[in-house]
Structures are given as structure tokens and as C-alpha cells.
């Protein structure tokens, strides 16, 4: 009888697997602009701020701000980050852990 090939990733953690994969950076950058977004939307709705006052107080286009808040876009610049928060009344904390 053949004996059932073991699965190499079987035990592996999900990040050691997208490391494997040559995906972990991708993914990772991509789960940040998601919290990233989801709390400047939270931001916004606390204060009752829609997209195009944003844009105004930031100075820039409404296109700007759609990307900004597109969760599934993770091409955004640490500027446009610390606009959007400085234009909320917030600020940005930034760590990087081990």
C-alpha cells in the first residue's frame, strides 16, 4: 500500500507559509493599508467627514483620497498618510516590532 505523501506545510504557521511563497511583504503591506484605511474611515465618520471636504482639507483631489481608502490598494505615501491624519485632527504612530 502507498503511504499517503506528508504535506511540507503541514504544523507551519500562515506567515512562514507566505515566506515560503515569496508572498509575506506583500500580504503584509496589504493587511496595513487595510487597518490603515478602516481607521481613517472610522476617523471620518466620527467626525462627520466626507471624502470631498478631506480632499479639501488635504489639499488635493478626491481621486487621492478614494485610493487612500481603497483597502486593496496598498501604493500609498507616507505623506498622503500624514496629511489625511493631520487634516482628522489625528496623528500617525508608526513601530516596527520584532
Known amino acids: 500500500m502507498a503511504r499517503k505523501r506528508e504535506n511540507p506545510h503541514v504544523g507551519s504557521s500562515f506567515e512562514a507559509f507566505l515566506a515560503e511563497e515569496g508572498l509575506l511583504e506583500e500580504a503584509t503591506a496589504l493587511a496595513i493599508k487595510r487597518v490603515l484605511a478602516w481607521e481613517l474611515a472610522k476617523a471620518m465618520k466620527k467626525d ?30 507616507l505623506t ?15 513601530r516596527i516590532a520584532a
Do not use: C, F, Q, Y
Open 48 to 77: 462627520k467627514v466626507s471624502r470631498a471636504e478631506l480632499a479639501r482639507r488635504m489639499r488635493t483631489s478626491r481621486a487621492v483620497v478614494h485610493r487612500l481608502l481603497n483597502e486593496n490598494d496598498p501604493a500609498v505615501t
Open 80 to 94: 498622503t498618510i500624514s496629511r489625511a491624519a493631520v487634516a482628522l485632527g489625528r496623528h500617525v504612530e508608526l
